[in-house]
């Protein structure tokens, strides 16, 4: 597991993040490796991530995704910066989902 650590409006935020490494569900790669052209329309590199936030500030994975590590969920069109092959995406909406939620 990799942490971000970066405040969000002044206030302490913590992710931890990860490869997803359980059955793969969609043709996913590394962030350094594409998918091959006939995967994906668009022949983006995209990669499956499982997210843990220890903190719950406002679009806090979405934040820390797109701001600490430059890598915006698909479909999010506040903070994937507008790039012509997002906003084709963003048209079956953001690709985040929960598998599960826990409360201390």
């Not at 405040?7 to 059955?23: D, H, V």
């Not at 430059?70 to 790039?83: E, R």
Request: hydrophobic content about 35%; charged content about 15%.
């Amino acid at each position: 597991w990799q942490t971000i650590d970066y405040p969000i409006e002044g206030q302490n935020a913590l992710s931890r993040w990860c490869f997803w490494k359980g059955p793969r569900l969609l043709p996913i790669s590394t962030p350094t490796v594409p998918i091959e052209p006939d995967h994906h329309p668009l022949n983006m590199t995209m990669t499956l991530l499982q997210v843990q936030p220890h903190t719950g500030r406002t679009h806090q994975i979405r934040r820390h995704l797109a701001y600490c590590l430059g890598w915006p969920i698909v479909g999010d069109a506040k903070y994937d910066k507008g790039h012509s092959a997002a906003k084709i995406l963003r048209t079956n909406g953001m690709y985040l989902c929960c598998h599960s939620l826990e409360f201390p």
